[in-house]
């Protein structure tokens, strides 16, 4: 596609649920990242995929998070049992990583609101 | 463990006055460097990045920023600062010896007085 695609754009869920957050990377980029942004403040790392290696989840915070990237392209965000403290924008990125590190692109984010 | 600070969280300036905003990285490799912006509802957008050769970088919108490998920063300049440039402003470094992993610093949010 011609840029990160994240859906929902907008999703509010009521505490308890689990909710699944989609990224759809630039197509041929080998890394996608998650990150998550609270209001007024900066971005979170979550978890890191490159290519076939272990995915880097160093930095999800709780259990409760997980995410998988099938087949190389598109991943998901899942979160168990929401609580109010998980309200946030969740942006997605993806960046071609070959001899070095290039930009990463990013998607316009799923802002979740837990009620 | 990598990290990249980014020591002012807000910073208020002029129309007209020149910015620099600083970011610092703690590696011992040479590391890729990058400034996203962040306007106000809108997504990250890469306004230049360093990977190697001459370390005064120019990006879009008229912003610039040095690679000094001595002091460890990738300092973010523009001359003339315009109200449009009210947004927040984050660093960024990949490293490969890391695995390629993108970090990023904590913002600087900007504030443009008119």
């Known amino acids: 596609g011609a840029g990160v695609s994240q859906s929902p754009s907008n999703k509010v869920t009521e505490k308890g649920k689990d909710v699944e957050l989609r990224c759809d990377p630039i197509?041929?980029?080998?890394?996608l990242y998650w990150y998550r942004q609270s209001l007024g403040q900066g971005l979170e790392f979550l978890i890191y995929f490159q290519g076939n290696s272990a995915p880097d989840k160093s930095g999800l915070p709780s259990d409760r998070f997980s995410a998988e990237r099938t087949g190389g392209s598109v991943s998901t965000l899942t979160i168990q049992r929401t609580q109010q403290e998980d309200s946030a924008v969740y942006l997605c990125a993806s960046s071609l990583v070959g001899v070095g590190v290039t930009e990463a692109f990013f998607g316009q984010g799923t802002r979740l609101t837990v009620v | 463990a990598q990290s990249v600070t980014q020591p002012d969280i807000h910073i208020t300036v002029s129309e007209g006055a020149s910015l620099e905003l600083r970011c610092n990285y703690s590696?011992?490799?040479?590391?890729?460097l990058f400034w996203y912006v962040q306007s106000p509802g809108q997504g990250l957008q890469l306004l230049l990045k360093y990977f190697s050769g001459d370390t005064l970088v120019q990006g879009i919108k008229g912003f610039e920023a040095e690679f000094k490998r001595s002091q460890s920063s990738f300092n973010l300049r523009k001359p003339s600062v315009h109200w449009s440039d009210a947004a927040e402003y984050f660093c960024a470094v990949g490293v490969r010896e890391y695995g390629n992993k993108l970090v990023f610093g904590a913002g600087t949010i900007l504030r443009v007085k008119s």
């Open positions: 197509s041929g980029h080998t890394a």
């Open positions: 590696y011992g490799a040479t590391p890729y």
